[in-house]
C-alpha cells in the first residue's frame, strides 16, 4: 500500500481526525438510550407466541396496574402493527414503566389469546405444492413472478459451449443482523410536537416514516387525532452502535412515540436481544440451479440460473442474486429470482443485499467450472472479467461505468498472499502438522458505488474564515469526515479549520439520505462539493476585488453598492476566478503564490452571512456530480471493484478452520478519509469469518422460534479468531470519472466477499461444500466422518 | 409498594425470589446523584467544537483505596464508591449495577448491548479488575471501588489509554469502545507493552461487530 493518499490534495486522503474521537474514547458520543429527560420510562416488547396466529382477544388491565407502569399500548394501537401473526415474536404490545424489570415483568401480565394457524418454516417446503399458506402472499408462497433479466440467447450459447455445467447449490445460510446496539429510541413530546432520538442509518427516511405511523395511529387513539405534520416530528441522531443494512429505518420508533404521548414522559424502548433478532431484517438465504456453458479456453458462452430466495415473512427476494453479471463477460445471460415467504422474520439487506450469498452462489459456479475445464482458478477469472476501459459496460443497457478497478485488485490480491505459488489442487497439500492447507481467491465488481438519493449540505462561514458544515446523514464511518475533507480541499480550509457543526439533526440539516448500500461518502460528498464550490465562489469574488485591496482582479466590489449604478458591474467570469486558487488556509494567485490573503481576511471584508448550499445537482457545472444514477439506468453507474484472498488450515480431524493468511483490496476511486477507509478494509476478515464459518438462524422446524438469538449462539469473532497480524490489506485508487475528486462507494464490497473462505476451503478439502455456513460439522460429514 | 410475583417464563424462578434468597429486602427509590457531582444528561446534547485534548502526564497505575470494613447500611440503601466518590441512593434489589450506574448516576458510557455478560460493552473497573455490570446487582456492590469510563480521565487530561485510542483512531461505530478501553487499561496498568496474544486475549470478552480488532490490538500493543 502507498504510504500517502490524496496525492497534490492537501486534505483528501490524510488521517483526518474524526470529528467526534474526543467524545469516544471518553464515552460521551450519545447514543438514543444515553438521552436522558426528567422522569425517563424505560419500554419493553411483547413478541407473538407462535410462528402463525391471529389474535382473538388481549386483556391488558393487569399489566396496566402493576405499581411502576405508565403506559400499554397494543397492536390496536399502532398502524404498523396487525392482528395477524407471521413470525415468532412479531410485535403485539408495549410497556413503558419505572424501571426495565417493572417493563418486563408486566409483559407477563397481559393476556394474548390467539387462533393459531400453522406455519411454515422452511423454504423447501414452503415451495411445495399444497403447502400451508405463510399468510404472505394470497393463495401462494412464492411471488407470482420472478425477478428477472434476461439479455443476447442462452439456448444459442449453450450450443455454442464445449463444456457445460448444470448443478444445485445447498442454501447459503441466513443469518441475523446482531449489532451490539440493537433497535433503541427515546421519545418524548411537548405539545403535539414529537421528539425521537434513534440509531439509524437514515435520519430523514426514519422521519419520514414516524411521521405517516403516527399519522395513521392518531386516528386510531381515543380520542382520535392527528394528522402529524412533518415540522412536528424533530429526528436527531448522534451515535449509531452498527448499521450494516438494519437501521435504514426503525420497528421501533412508532410505539416508542407512542408510548411516551400515552404516559405523557420520555420513554426510552429498547429490544431485548430475543426481540431485536426477529423484527430487524435476516440476510436472505438462497439456492441456485445454475447451468454454465464455457469454451475450453475459459471463455464464457452462457450463463442460466434460477434463484430461490427465502424472504421470511415479507416474501422478498434478494434483488441482487445474479451479482456475477456485473463481473463476468457473457453475451447471453437469463436470470429468475424468486421470493419465498415463511413464518420468519423478515429477510432484507445484511451488508448488501444478498450479495454475501451472490457471491457464494457465483463462485460456487465458477470454481468447478475452473476444475473441470483444468485451469487455474486465477486464470479463469482473468479470463472473464469484464475488461477495463471501452468494454467495461453494462451488458444489459450497454451503458458504460464510470470505474472499475476488478482487474487491478485480482492482481494485487494475488500478488500479496503469493497465490500462484501457493495454490495447488483442491485436497492436495497436507500441512507438516497434518492440516490441509488450501488458498481461495474472489473478486467482483459492485455497481453500489454510487446511488442517488437526495442529499444536501449546507456551509456556514465563520468570520475569522473558519467553516461550519451540516449534514443531514447519521455518523456512519466516512460520512461527516468525507464530507469535511472535501469541503476544506475545495474551499482551500485547512481539516482543521472545518468542522461539523452538527449531523443527524432533521431539524437544522438539509436531506441526508440513506447511509446505506455505499452510497454515503459519493453522495454526500457531491453534495458538499456543490456547497464548498459556493462558498469558494462567494469567497473568490471578495478576495478578488480592486475594492478591497486584496487580489485585486476585476472591479466588482464585494457588496452591491446602495444605490446600484445603472448598470451594475459584473460578476467575474469563469475564466477569471480560475486565475485564484485556494490550499491550506490561503486564497492566492495561481500566477504568483506569494500575493495571498487568509479566508479571515476576506470574511472581514463582507458584511453578509456566507452560507454555501449544496444538492447533488451542480448549478454551475450543469451536472449531476453525485454519481451519474440520479435516475436508475442513467448514464452509466459507479462499480467498485474489490478482491480478496485467503489461506486456511483444516484440521481433518476436528474441523477446525484456521485462517493462515488474509487479504482484502479494494479499489476506492479516491481515498477521502484514511481512517475511516482503513476500518472498512480490516473489518472484511471478521465479517466474512463470521459469515462462512459462524453464522445459520436456526429455526424449530415446527414453532418457528429461532434458536439463538445471541452472541454465543449467533457467534460472533472475538479477538481471538483473527489473526491481526496476518490481516492485510491495500486501497487502491483508480480515480472514478465522475464521483466528486474520484471517489466511489466502497462499504458494501469492502466485506462481502465471504465465499473466499468457502472457495479456499473446498480447495483445502478437496470436496465440495455447497452451502453455508461451514462449520466443522459440515466439514467433516463432507469428509466422510460425521 | 404492591408486590407482584410473577414466575420467569422460563425456570418457574421469579428475580424477586432470587434476591430475597440472598437476604435482601425490597427497597424505595431515591436517586442521589448530586451527591456524585457528575452531571447528568437531562437535556438533548450538541456536539460541541472538537478539540485536542491535553495529555494526562500522569502514567503511574492508580491503586484503589484499601477496603474499609463495611457498615450494613438500612435495608436497601447502599453506598457505593463511583469514580472516586460516595453515592448513598436506595436501590431495587433487581437493579443491575449497569442500570444504577447508567440510568441513576448518568454514567452512560457504559454500554447494555446484551444484558447477559457475552459481549463486555458494559465493562468496568471493580476493585482494580474488569467486571462486567450488567451482571452485578447494585444493592452488592457496596465497598467495592467502582471505576467506569467517566472516572478515567484527570480533568480534562485523558487517561493515557484513551490517548492511545484517540491518537489511533482505534474506533468505528463507537459502542463497544467504553468496554474496550476498559479491558485496555486493565491490561497497560498491570503490563505497559504487551504482546500481540496478551492484547488479543485482554479484549477477548469484547465484541466488536464492526470488525475492528485488527486495529484494537495492534493499538494495545503500541502500549503506554
Known amino acids: 500500500m502507498v504510504d500517502e493518499f490524496g496525492s497534490g490534495l492537501a486534505v483528501i486522503g490524510k488521517r483526518n481526525p474524526d470529528y467526534v474521537a474526543d467524545d469516544i474514547v471518553k464515552g460521551e458520543h450519545v447514543f438514543a438510550e444515553d438521552v436522558m429527560r426528567a422522569g425517563k420510562l424505560y419500554g419493553r416488547i411483547l413478541g407473538s407466541k407462535y410462528a402463525k396466529a391471529k389474535i382473538t382477544g388481549i386483556n391488558t388491565a393487569k399489566a396496566e396496574a402493576l405499581e411502576g407502569v405508565k403506559a400499554v399500548i397494543t397492536y390496536k394501537e399502532v398502524s404498523t402493527w396487525s392482528d395477524q401473526m407471521l413470525c415468532v415474536d412479531q410485535e403485539v404490545a408495549a410497556v413503558a414503566a419505572v424501571d426495565e424489570d417493572t417493563a418486563e415483568r408486566a409483559l407477563d401480565l397481559i393476556e394474548v389469546t390467539y387462533n393459531v394457524e400453522v406455519p411454515v418454516i422452511d423454504p423447501d417446503e414452503a415451495m411445495k405444492p399444497g403447502a400451508p399458506n405463510t399468510g404472505v402472499f394470497a393463495g401462494t408462497n412464492v411471488t407470482p413472478t420472478p425477478s428477472n433479466i434476461t439479455y443476447g440467447d442462452v439456448a444459442k450459447g449453450f450450443t455454442e459451449a464445449d463444456v457445460i455445467l448444470e448443478e444445485e447449490t445447498g442454501y447459503v445460510a441466513r443469518h441475523t443482523h446482531n449489532q451490539i446496539e440493537g433497535f433503541i429510541s427515546t421519545a418524548w413530546w411537548q405539545g403535539n410536537d414529537c421528539y425521537i432520538w434513534a440509531g439509524t442509518q437514515n435520519p430523514f427516511g426514519h422521519k419520514a416514516a414516524l411521521q405517516a405511523g403516527l399519522t395513521a395511529s392518531l386516528k386510531l387513539a381515543n380520542p382520535p387525532a392527528g394528522p402529524q405534520p412533518l415540522n412536528k416530528v424533530h429526528f436527531y441522531n448522534h451515535g449509531t452502535g452498527g448499521g450494516f443494512g438494519n437501521k435504514g429505518s426503525s420497528p421501533m420508533n412508532l410505539p416508542c412515540a407512542l408510548l411516551s404521548r400515552k404516559a405523557g414522559k420520555a420513554v426510552t424502548l429498547k429490544t431485548t436481544r430475543k426481540i431485536y433478532t426477529v423484527v430487524g431484517v435476516h440476510q436472505y438465504a438462497a439456492k441456485m440451479k445454475f447451468k454454465i456453458g464455457a469454451k475450453n479456453d475459459g471463455t464464457l458462452t452462457a450463463v442460466e440460473t434460477t434463484c430461490w430466495s427465502d424472504g421470511g415473512k415479507n416474501g422478498g427476494r434478494s434483488a441482487f442474486a445474479d451479482i456475477h453479471k456485473d463481473t463476468w463477460k457473457c453475451a447471453n445471460f437469463k436470470s429468475d429470482i424468486w421470493g419465498i415467504a415463511t413464518n420468519k422474520g423478515a429477510s432484507g439487506a445484511w451488508r448488501c443485499v444478498g450479495h454475501p450469498a451472490a457471491g457464494v452462489l457465483s463462485d460456487l459456479m465458477l470454481e468447478k467450472l475452473a476444475v473441470r475445464l483444468k485451469i487455474n482458478p486465477l486464470e479463469l477469472r482473468r479470463k472473464i472479467f469484464l475488461p477495463s476501459g471501452a468494454g467495461n459496460i453494462n451488458q444489459q443497457n450497454g451503458q458504460p461505468y464510470f470505474s472499475d478497478g476488478i482487474r487491478p485488485c485480482l492482481e494485487k490480491a494475488a500478488e500479496l498472499i503469493g497465490y500462484s505459488a501457493k495454490y495447488h489442487e483442491a485436497g492436495t497439500k497436507t500441512l507438516p502438522d497434518g492440516r490441509l492447507h488450501g488458498i481461495g481467491i474472489h473478486a467482483r465488481a459492485d455497481g453500489h458505488g454510487g446511488m442517488s438519493g437526495a442529499r444536501g449540505i449546507i456551509i456556514n462561514m465563520c468570520e475569522d474564515g473558519t467553516a461550519l458544515f451540516n449534514i443531514g446523514g447519521a455518523r456512519n464511518m466516512g460520512g461527516p469526515g468525507g464530507a469535511g475533507a472535501v469541503i476544506a480541499e475545495t474551499i482551500g480550509l485547512t481539516y482543521d479549520q472545518v468542522r461539523c457543526g452538527d449531523w443527524g439533526n432533521t431539524d437544522v440539516c438539509a436531506e441526508g439520505g440513506s447511509q446505506g448500500g455505499s452510497t454515503y461518502t459519493i453522495s454526500n460528498g457531491a453534495a458538499a462539493m456543490v456547497a464548498a464550490n459556493d462558498v469558494r465562489r462567494q469567497l473568490f469574488i471578495v478576495a478578488g476585488s480592486k475594492a478591497t485591496g486584496m487580489l485585486q482582479q476585476w472591479a466588482r466590489p464585494p457588496e452591491p453598492p446602495n444605490p446600484q449604478p445603472a448598470t451594475p458591474v459584473p460578476d467575474p467570469t469563469d475564466a477569471q476566478l480560475d486565475l485564484l486558487e485556494a490550499k491550506e488556509g490561503k486564497i492566492f494567485l495561481k500566477s504568483d503564490p506569494t500575493k495571498s490573503v487568509t479566508h479571515a481576511q476576506v470574511m472581514a471584508a463582507i458584511s453578509q452571512p456566507v452560507i454555501g448550499r449544496g444538492v447533488r445537482w451542480d448549478p454551475v457545472l450543469r451536472k449531476d456530480v453525485g454519481g451519474g444514477a440520479f435516475k436508475k439506468g442513467g448514464p452509466g453507474v459507479h462499480k467498485t471493484g474489490a478482491a480478496c484472498a485467503v489461506e486456511v488450515a483444516v484440521d481433518p480431524d476436528t474441523g477446525h478452520v484456521e485462517v493462515l493468511n488474509y487479504v482484502n483490496v479494494l479499489d476506492f476511486g479516491r481515498v477521502m478519509d484514511r481512517n475511516a477507509a482503513e476500518g472498512q478494509m480490516v473489518a472484511g476478515l471478521q465479517v466474512e469469518f463470521n459469515q462462512m464459518i459462524y453464522w445459520e438462524d436456526v429455526y424449530d422446524p415446527i414453532t418457528g422460534v429461532q434458536m439463538g438469538y445471541n452472541h454465543i449462539h449467533d457467534r460472533l469473532c472475538t479477538s481471538l479468531d483473527i489473526p491481526e497480524d496476518k490481516n492485510v490489506i491495500d486501497m487502491l485508487e483508480t480515480i472514478d470519472a465522475n464521483g466528486p475528486y474520484g471517489c466511489h462507494g466502497i462499504a458494501e464490497p469492502s466485506v462481502g466477499k465471504a465465499c473466499v473462505f468457502l472457495n479456499a476451503v473446498n480447495n483445502a478439502i478437496g470436496k465440495w461444500i455447497i452451502q453455508t455456513p461451514t462449520t466443522p460439522r459440515t466439514i467433516l460429514r463432507a469428509l466422510g466422518k460425521g | ?224
Open chain 2, 1 to 224: 409498594m404492591a408486590e407482584v410475583e410473577k414466575k420467569d417464563r422460563k425456570s418457574g424462578i421469579s428475580r424477586r425470589d432470587f434476591i430475597k434468597g440472598t437476604g435482601l429486602a425490597v427497597g424505595g427509590v431515591a436517586i442521589s446523584s448530586t451527591v456524585l457531582g457528575v452531571a447528568c444528561k437531562t437535556t438533548t446534547p450538541t456536539p460541541g467544537a472538537n478539540t485536542t485534548p491535553p495529555v494526562s502526564t500522569n502514567t503511574t497505575p492508580v491503586k484503589p483505596p484499601p477496603v474499609t470494613t463495611v457498615v450494613k447500611a438500612p435495608e436497601g440503601v447502599v453506598t457505593l464508591n463511583v469514580n472516586g466518590q460516595k453515592v448513598v441512593m436506595e436501590v431495587k434489589p433487581e437493579w443491575s449495577l449497569a442500570f444504577v450506574l447508567r440510568e441513576k448516576l448518568g454514567l452512560v458510557a457504559l454500554k447494555v448491548g446484551c444484558d447477559r455478560a457475552e459481549c463486555g460493552a458494559c465493562n468496568i473497573l471493580v476493585d482494580g479488575k474488569q467486571h462486567l455490570a450488567c451482571s452485578m446487582m447494585a444493592i452488592e456492590s457496596e465497598g467495592r471501588t467502582i471505576v467506569t469510563l467517566e472516572g478515567l480521565a484527570s480533568g480534562p487530561n485523558l487517561h493515557p489509554v484513551q490517548k492511545l485510542f484517540l491518537d489511533n483512531s482505534t474506533f468505528q461505530c463507537g459502542y463497544c469502545t467504553p468496554g474496550m478501553i476498559i479491558s485496555a487499561v486493565a491490561l497497560l496498568t498491570k503490563t505497559p507493552k504487551p504482546t500481540l496474544d496478551q492484547a488479543r486475549l485482554a479484549v477477548a470478552g469484547n465484541l466488536c461487530y464492526c470488525g475492528d480488532y485488527t486495529r484494537i490490538v495492534n493499538t494495545i500493543v503500541k502500549g503506554i
